[in-house]
T-cell receptor
Framework: DTGVSQNPRHKITKRGQNVTFRCDPI?????LYWYRQTLGQGPEFLTYFQNEAQLEKSRLLSDRFSAERPKGSFSTLEIQRTEQGDSAMYLC????????????FGEGSRLTVL | EDQVTQSPEALRLQEGESSSLNCSYT??????LFWYRQDPGKGPEFLFTLYSAGEEKEKERLKATLTKKESFLHITAPKPEDSATYLCAVHDGIQGAQKLVFGQGTRLTINP
């Protein structure tokens, strides 16, 4: 399968714990995005990488959230000191440089904070 | 502030009953309007891009149209497999920004 891969698919954690999600984009795509989606809502933008550079970051993203794409390939999204309000589906997407708004999404990582 | 509003929130149709979904947007300088389909528990799947008023795109039973303030997704003679949430999105108004602003989606159910 050559689509966007996300791990883990499900994560249950206790409030205050740290969690990390991994995204492996489509190999030839240099753009990578993280979105968050809660039930009944559309995806909400978190951050965007072009190669290894983080070029956009939502001002809604608190300093408990950090994302990296160290070699311009896979990316990680870490949430520190999780809160119940962090419970959501975390979606990763990738795209080639010429695609405009055509993003290829993974199946998401669902986070439940107890 | 850039906004995307979709209506209705949910729509239930009988198989073969045609209808339209609406997406209203407010953005400074449209750089594209995008339609996605999302099945339960899956990530969104790209359907169409529209760039200018009057443009239309078609795929099987779906046709997307664009005006200066809204887009419509027309579904003709739908089948149960067309059941999904349909999302529309626009690029953030900041020049060069890659952020997409999504609407809340329309949950479409087609009964056999």
């Amino acid at each position: 399968d050559t689509g966007v891969s996300q791990n883990p698919r499900h994560k249950i954690t206790k409030r205050g714990q740290n969690v990390t999600f991994r995204c492996d984009p489509i190999s030839e795509h240099n753009r990578l995005y993280w979105y968050r989606q809660t039930l009944g809502q559309g995806p909400e933008f978190l951050t965007y990488f072009q190669n290894e550079a983080q070029l956009e970051k939502s001002r809604l993203l608190s300093d408990r959230f950090s994302a990296e794409r160290p070699k311009g390939s896979f990316s990680t999204l870490e949430i520190q000191r999780t809160e119940q309000g962090d419970s959501a589906m975390y979606l990763c997407a990738s795209s080639p440089g010429t695609s405009g708004g055509e993003l290829f999404f993974g199946e998401g990582s669902r986070l439940t904070v107890l | 502030e850039d906004q995307v509003t979709q209506s209705p929130e949910a729509l239930r149709l009988q198989e073969g009953e045609s209808s339209s979904l609406n997406c209203s947007y407010t953005v400074s300088g449209l750089r594209g309007l995008f339609w996605y389909r999302q099945d339960p528990g899956k990530g969104p799947e790209f359907l169409f891009t529209l760039y200018s008023a009057g443009e239309e795109k078609e795929k099987e039973r779906l046709k997307a149209t664009l005006t200066k303030k809204e887009s419509f997704l027309h579904i003709t003679a739908p089948k149960p497999e067309d059941s999904a949430t349909y999302l529309c999105a626009v690029h953030d108004g900041i020049q060069g920004a890659q952020k997409l602003v999504f609407g809340q989606g329309t949950r479409l159910t087609i009964n056999p």
